[in-house]
């Protein structure tokens, strides 16, 4: 069957995510939208995962417990987890990776954590944005002793991605999929990095706003929805 996604969407939490992006909105647009499954993944942080995964299992979405990881290369790679616990545990993980700088809400934007209510429960007070001190090359390896799985972020932008930090994707890397934005051309890119023939590509919103989430249109074929199943096809194509 099809079921449609998009794993990678950014919440209140996210310094320059907008505060309506809450966990009822988020899971309401989700279905409004048609999607089938999608991933809470704020910038370098998962503590608005519970808040929203509560949501989707009262309305019947599947969210998946990830993160955008910026790494020591300023690289963004999307990193997914199969449950709540292991999502908390590199949570725990990264943040003792991460630079220590107060967030300055009038600068950056707020930091906010939300209950499934969409009521406040706190701020985290470090900046989420700044990169961490963990490799590109040794992402993937730490993901996966989380029981996770990572991949790179619109590689087509000319900030934040892979290409554009490092020119190409290292094979060193053994990503098995990688992700293009709405605005990136397939094609163009396989041809320019033959790397990206032999891995999935996925295409995600990246959606910081409301009205940046998109309709229902990437899917995946599976025998049946799970997170389980999500990221079995993340990880095999």
């Known amino acids: ?5 998009d794993l990678h969407l950014h919440s209140c939490l996210s310094p320059c995510g907008d505060e309506d992006m809450t966990p009822n909105n988020i899971v309401g ?9 999608i991933a809470l993944t704020d910038h370098n942080s998962v503590l ?3 808040a929203v995964m509560k949501v989707g299992a009262e309305n019947n979405l599947c969210v998946i417990p990830g993160m955008e990881l910026t ?49 406040e429960t706190g701020e985290v007070e470090n900046l989420l944005i700044l990169a961490t ?69 996925v295409r995600d919103s990246d959606a910081h706003y409301l009205q940046n989430m998109k309709d229902a249109q990437n899917y995946f074929e599976l025998d049946s929805l799970s997170v389980e199943s999500v990221l079995e096809k993340l990880k095999n194509k």
Not at 29 to 37: H, I
Not at 78 to 92: G, H, I, M, Q, R
Request: aromatic share 8%; net charge negative; hydrophobic share 35%.
């Open 71 to 119: 790494t020591g290369e300023e690289i963004h790679v999307v990193c997914l987890f199969p449950t709540l616990e292991k999502a908390l545990s590199w949570n725990d993980y990264v943040k003792e990776h991460q630079m220590q700088f107060p967030n300055r809400a009038d600068i950056y934007g707020r930091q906010v954590i939300m209950n499934e209510k969409d009521e």
């Open 48 to 50: 608005n995962c519970e």
């Open 1 to 5: 069957m099809k079921y449609y996604y």
């Open 133 to 201: 001190d963990i490799s590109v090359m040794d992402v993937k390896r730490l993901v996966e002793s989380y029981d996770g799985v990572c991949y790179p972020a619109h590689i087509n932008r000319d900030s934040m991605s892979i290409i554009a930090s490092l020119g190409d994707i290292p094979p060193e890397c053994d990503f098995t999929c990688c992700e293009v934005s709405s605005s990136g051309d397939v094609e163009k890119l396989r041809n320019a990095y033959p790397i990206l023939n032999d891995m999935l590509i």
């Open 29 to 37: 647009m989700s279905k409004l939208l048609g999607l089938d499954v």
